[in-house]
């Protein structure tokens, strides 16, 4: 287990002043998010994305507050010192800022997180306050937000035209001044992601596929890896083709198992003569 001390709030904007890009990633169970805390991530996003990367639905749309607490507490207990984030699923604080707290605090509560994150600019801010009431650090989300992908026209870049870029602009100064800690862009041009840097005063902005100016960045822990077989988006890097690797070795076993090649000596266990032979007698 790594022995680095448990990121706070105050590591993170440490950094940033610094000017040390800060790492983000999703994540969803124990054993993966055990190897995030060891290669020394700062942050993890237990995103609502499980919907589609863990449970095979086809959007974020069908994923529940009991889906993201359990996925939550099993990334918590692999990965004790990372500065977690649970994602508000969708119609977990859409329709109430009671919904909002009464979910957020949940995330607290029972799965042991440092912050949530919720999607939307100017017309979710009275959400953010009263999760802010109840002493619960937000993140934003602007650009591309997932829960509002029909209404967004699907998965693309987001603020091209002034028009749209203006209204991300603003969103984001709000959301600044109502308090999140932290304000991700997703999918936005790299201009743009700039230019909301230079405006924020003590706001972390983060960056998925927006460019390199952020204080630092997220990836989709599977985009990464080759793991999401049906979509790879063409902002994410991959570091290595996990998922080939895992589909190689599985037609190996298949193959293995149908010539009887697996399983050989040293993968099963032997019992002695005297013990054979006194079983074959008790069973005449
Ligand atoms: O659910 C998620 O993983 C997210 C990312 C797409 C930012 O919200």
């Known amino acids: 287990m790594s022995e680095r001390k448990k990121i706070t709030l105050n590591t993170l904007f440490k950094k940033r002043s610094k000017g040390i890009p800060i790492s983000w990633l999703t994540c969803y169970d124990s054993p993966t998010a055990y190897f995030q805390e060891e290669a020394g991530i700062d942050m993890i996003l237990v995103g609502d994305s499980l919907g589609m990367t863990m449970l095979g639905y086809d959007s ?73 009431s109840a002493g619960i650090p937000v993140c934003g989300h602007l650009g591309l937000t997932p829960q509002s992908v029909s209404a967004l026209g699907g ?9 749209a870029a203006k209204k991300i602009a603003e969103d984001a100064k709000i959301l600044e001044e109502a308090g999140a800690f932290c304000i991700l862009l997703e999918l936005i041009p790299d201009r743009l992601c700039k230019l909301i840097m230079d405006r924020s ?14 204080d630092g960045q997220l990836l989709i822990y599977h985009d990464m890896f080759g793991l999401y077989p049906k979509f790879t988006p063409s902002m994410a890097k991959q570091f290595a083709d996990v998922g080939g690797m895992i589909l190689g070795g599985l037609k190996e076993y298949a193959s293995e198992v149908e ?26």
């Not at 009887?260 to 074959?280: I, V, Y």
């Open 259 to 284: 010539n009887r090649t697996f399983p050989s000596k040293e993968n099963w266990f032997g019992m002695k003569d005297s013990e054979f032979d006194e079983l074959l007698k008790t069973l005449g």
């Open 60 to 132: 974020t749309l069908p994923v529940t507050m009991e889906d993201m607490i359990r996925h939550t507490q099993a990334v918590r207990r692999g990965a004790p010192t990372a500065f977690l984030i649970g994602d508000m699923p969708y119609m977990s604080y859409q329709a109430s800022n009671e919904d909002a707290i009464r979910n957020a605090g949940r995330f607290m509560a029972e799965a042991g997180c440092d912050a949530i994150k919720l999607e939307g600019g100017k017309e979710i801010v009275e959400r953010i306050k009263a999760v802010l």
């Open 155 to 163: 998965f693309r870049l987001q603020g091209k035209g002034a028009g």
């Open 201 to 214: 005063e003590d706001t972390i902005i983060m960056g998925l596929g927006s460019g390199p100016d952020a």
